[in-house]
C-alpha cells in the first residue's frame, strides 16, 4: 500500500480485518501531536504496513481537548474492528479522553505523551516535575483568532533543537515549515475520565525529550499502571521520527497482545 493510501480513513477502515482462526488485527489509529501534521508517522506507518496492519494516521484540529476528542470519539465509533490508539505529546490528552467508554479500544499506546487524570491540565502535567523547557522560550509570536483566542507556532530556527535534536535538520526544518498550530486555550482545558483506569496501555519516550521530563512520563506511567514502558537513550521529543522502528515495535507489541486477550475472552 502506498503512503498516499495510509492517510485515508475510507480506505483503512475497509482493508481487510486479518482474520485468522477467529483471531481479529486492531486497526491502529495513529494521533500527531501539536506543531506537527500526520506526515510525522510516515516511518513508523511503514512499519506497520510490513506487519500487515491496517492504519489511519488521523488529522488532529489541535484546537481543544474536548473538542477534537470527540472529533476522534467518533472515528473510532465508526470502526467495526478492535482498535491500539496511539497518540504523540499533546495528543495522549485526546487518547486518554476519547477511548473512554469505547469497548473496541483495546490497548492505549503514549509516545511521549501526556497521560492526564480527571481534571488535570497539559499545564499541570509539563509543570509537574522540573527538566522540560518553558513554552515561552520557543513559541513564536501568538496569531490572533476570532474568539479571543490564539494559534501557537514553534519559532522555525529553535524547531529543529528543541523538538527534534536526533531528526536530520532538513527533515526538520520541514517539519517546521509544516507544523500545524495549537490553539493556546488548550493547554489550560482539564481532562475528563481517563480511559487508562480500563485500557491497558503502553509508554515509550526518550531521555533528551526537553519538552517532556523523564520524570513526568515516570509518574504518568506508574499512575496508569503500563504494561511496559520504553526509554530510548538519546532520543528526542519526536523519537516518532528519529526512532520509527522502535516506535511500531511498541505499537505492535500491544497489538498482539491485544489480539491474544480477544482470543483468551
Known amino acids: ?51 500487515h496492519h491496517p492504519v489511519i494516521a488521523w488529522a488532529n484540529p489541535l484546537r481543544g481537548v474536548k473538542g477534537d476528542s470527540s472529533y476522534l470519539a467518533k472515528l473510532i465509533d465508526s470502526i467495526n474492528a478492535p482498535v491500539v490508539l496511539v497518540g504523540h505529546s499533546f495528543s495522549g490528552m485526546l487518547i486518554t479522553n476519547a477511548a473512554t467508554g469505547k469497548r473496541n479500544v483495546r490497548a492505549l499506546v503514549f509516545v511521549a ?27 513564536g509570536p501568538p496569531v490572533a483568532l476570532d474568539n479571543g483566542a490564539h494559534d501557537l507556532y514553534v519559532q522555525r530556527e ?3 533543537d528543541q523538538f527534534a535534536a536526533d531528526v536530520p535538520a532538513a527533515t526538520a526544518t520541514i517539519m517546521a515549515a509544516t507544523q500545524r498550530p495549537l490553539v493556546d486555550t488548550a ?30 512520563v515516570e509518574f504518568m506511567a506508574k499512575r496508569a499502571g503500563a ?39
Open 113 to 139: 505523551a501526556l497521560a492526564p487524570d480527571t481534571g488535570e491540565t497539559a499545564n499541570d502535567l509539563l509543570s509537574k516535575f522540573p527538566g522540560g523547557t518553558s513554552a515561552s522560550s520557543f513559541l
Open 187 to 216: 493547554f489550560g482545558e482539564p481532562s475528563g475520565p481517563p480511559a487508562w483506569t480500563s485500557i491497558p496501555s503502553w509508554f515509550i519516550h526518550g531521555t533528551e525529550d526537553k519538552n517532556l521530563p523523564i520524570a513526568t
Open 1 to 51: 500500500m502506498s503512503l498516499d493510501r495510509a492517510y485515508s480513513g475510507k480506505d483503512q477502515v475497509a482493508a481487510p480485518d486479518g482474520r485468522t482462526d477467529g483471531r481479529q488485527t486492531p486497526t491502529i489509529i495513529l494521533v500527531h501531536g501539536a506543531f506537527q501534521d500526520s506526515s510525522s508517522w510516515e516511518g513508523v506507518i511503514r512499519v506497520l504496513h510490513a506487519e
Open 158 to 160: 529553535k524547531f529543529h
Open 227 to 265: 504494561k511496559k514502558v520504553v526509554e530510548l537513550e538519546g532520543a528526542s521529543h519526536l523519537l516518532l521520527v528519529s526512532h520509527p522502528k522502535e516506535t511500531a515495535k511498541m505499537i505492535v507489541e500491544a497489538a498482539q497482545q491485544t489480539v491474544v486477550a480477544s482470543v483468551q475472552r
